[in-house]
């Protein structure tokens, strides 16, 4: 973790690591988090119950469904946050290029099937670089 750049490394697939950013909000709950914290284990998140092991990919989910629950929104999963967020930078005019490289994709392709592009941004993207 960098609190000063707001970044840390994350492990992906295939024993990827990639450096992810996150908001100065995002900051002050993970400080406020890790303050709670009274094990010793290094993973950022983890167990809520004793030996406080590594949280997994099925712990995040259950964690993100069950908030989903609570706010009555249907269908709520990881992938659904990463497909938005994708879809907001690309709306809001970051380059697909670093969409890609933010995502740990390989190749572009998979960023371009993984953000919604949408109908109304080609139409003015049109206006404003081809006519």
């Known amino acids: 973790m960098n609190f000063q750049e707001r970044s840390c490394i994350v492990l992906g697939k295939g024993n990827s690591e990639r450096e992810v950013y996150f908001s100065a909000k ?18 950022l998140f983890v167990s809520l119950i004793k030996p406080y092991n590594r949280l997994g990919i099925s712990g995040i989910e259950i964690a993100i469904r ?25 709306d809001k ?10 995502l740990g994709h390989i190749k572009i392709d998979t960023t371009m099937e993984y953000a919604m592009v949408s109908q109304n941004n080609v139409k003015n ?3 404003k670089y081809v006519t």
């Open 125 to 127: 993207s049109h206006r």
């Open 93 to 102: 005019g970051m380059p697909v290029e670093q969409v890609q490289k933010l």
């Open 66 to 90: 069950n908030l989903g629950r609570q706010a009555n929104i249907n269908k709520v999963h990881p992938h659904k946050f990463r497909r938005t967020m994708a879809t907001m930078a690309i």
């Open 26 to 43: 995002s900051k002050m709950y993970i400080k406020k988090y890790l303050e709670t914290r009274t094990d010793n284990n290094e993973a």
